[in-house]
């Protein structure tokens, strides 16, 4: 067998996000792999030897997707699989399409992350997204997201001085870049004193620091280098990986204002790379609250523990910045529809590397990360991509 050194990007596809009760999940998922096909201009779909889907199960009255959404998008008798890892379920999917073109059992591999969430209300998807933490210890008493989040917002604000208004700055700057992405949920300007009028949802998190649920899907094809360079005259390569997990219960965590998991992977990812934090020019990270933006500058090391605050009031992560973050709109901006969330930042790393992106693009990106962050932390995707 060939030695497969190196795994590539080449195809992508996004489908708008948001309320989306005009498509089925399969009818989702469809909307990127087609584009995705087309981005990858020598490629035929039956080329493609395998599609993976990166979805959470218990959204969806159909069971088993990767049954129905291969069937609709045409891949039977490919091998399909699903892979959940909660909100970075995208994510996991692309890491085992990555092994399998790697390992050289599959030489074209499709990724779908999907996810259709707005079929369901508010209350049904914090009890469900509620279970992703540890139910024996703390769901069953009343847990949910944006209390866990506001856990680690308490905690960090108590360390470290971090301000309600340093929060705000995230959702604005996401909401500016949001603003250019016609994929987004919300593409509107907002301002810090209207973030903090917004609804407290659980203190210090108000509606305006929390991602909002959604509908959508994204797309990306990998392949290995020999064919790569067939198929796109400009793929993106996989230089980093990085995967780790923490204690499901966040009594179990060392500390309150650090996602370990997120610092694993990121070392990981930079050693595999051989790059370091400052060698990124352009960042997704797992903004699913304002605060979780914070910690991932610091888990990253794009800046101090601690300095996430001031990191964006500083302006740093936007575009002419040190490190800009989320220039897609994030999880914030965009929705974060979560077995899609992975796959979307991965498209959006491969514009910006590729240099596409238009008003939202960063000059001259050739090194690129994502960070999925999948439940409280309980996994932790990092992917570093090099033009
Ligand atoms: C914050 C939250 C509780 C709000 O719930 P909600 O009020 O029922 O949300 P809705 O979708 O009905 O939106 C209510 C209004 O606020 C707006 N809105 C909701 N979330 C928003 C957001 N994050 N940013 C901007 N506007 C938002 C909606 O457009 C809507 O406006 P409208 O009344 O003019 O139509 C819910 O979005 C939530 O739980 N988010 C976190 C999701 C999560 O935990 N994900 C996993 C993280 S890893």
């Known amino acids: 067998m060939v030695e ?6 080449v195809g992508i596809g996004h489908g708008r996000f948001g309320n989306r009760n005009d498509a089925t999940v399969q009818e989702l998922a469809f909307e990127p792999f087609k584009q995705a096909i087309q981005d990858a201009k020598n490629l035929r779909r039956e080329d493609i ?3 993976v889907v990166g979805s959470v199960p218990e959204y969806h009255m159909q069971r088993s997707l990767p049954g129905v959404v291969a069937e609709y998008v045409g891949m039977n008798p490919k091998s399909t699989w699903l892979t959940e890892a909660a909100c970075a379920s995208g994510s996991a999917a ?3 399409a990555y092994m399998a073109v790697k390992s050289g059992m599959h030489d074209i591999v499709a990724v779908i992350g999907v996810q259709k969430m707005r079929e369901l209300s508010t209350d049904e998807i914090l009890a469900l997204m509620g279970r992703v933490g540890d139910v024996q210890w703390e769901s069953i008493f009343g847990t949910t997201f944006p209390g866990y989040y506001a856990f680690y917002a308490s905690r960090h604000m108590h360390e470290f001085g971090t301000t309600m208004e340093q929060m705000a700055q995230i959702a604005v700057k996401n909401h500016h870049y949001g603003a ?3 994929n987004s949920f919300f593409q509107k300007e907002v301002t810090v004193e209207r973030i903090l009028k917004s609804e407290e949802v659980a203190f210090p998190l108000k509606v305006f620091d929390c991602c909002a649920n959604a509908d959508g899907a994204a797309c990306v094809i990998m392949t290995n280098e020999k064919l790569a360079k067939k198929l796109n005259d400009s793929p993106v390569w996989f230089e980093g990986m990085g995967s780790a997990s923490a204690a499901m219960s966040l009594l179990r965590r060392p500390n309150l204002y650090e996602i370990p998991s997120a ?7 930079y050693k595999l790379a051989n790059v370091k934090p400052s060698d ?9 609250f304002t605060i979780a933006e914070i910690m991932a500058y610091e888990n990253l090391g794009f800046c101090d523990k601690g300095k ?7 302006k740093q992560s936007y575009i002419g910045g040190k490190t800009p973050v989320n220039v897609d709109g994030g999880l914030k901006a965009k929705g974060h529809p979560v077995g899609a969330t992975g796959v979307s930042m991965t498209v959006e790393i491969v514009k910006q590397l590729r240099g596409i992106a238009g008003k939202r693009q960063v000059p001259d990106a050739q090194i690129g990360l994502t960070h999925n962050v999948g439940g409280i932390g309980q996994y932790t995707f990092v992917n570093i991509l090099r033009r």
Do not use: S, W, Y
């Not at 996430?308 to 500083?314: A, N, Y």
């Open 94 to 96: 692309i890491r085992t």
């Open 180 to 182: 250019m992405n016609p």
């Open 280 to 288: 990124i020019q352009v960042a997704e990270v797992h903004d699913c």
């Open 4 to 9: 497969i050194v190196k795994v590539g990007i």
């Open 49 to 51: 030897d395998a599609l």
């Open 308 to 314: 996430g605050g001031k990191f964006i009031e500083d």
């Open 263 to 269: 610092v694993e992977a990121g070392k990981q990812a």
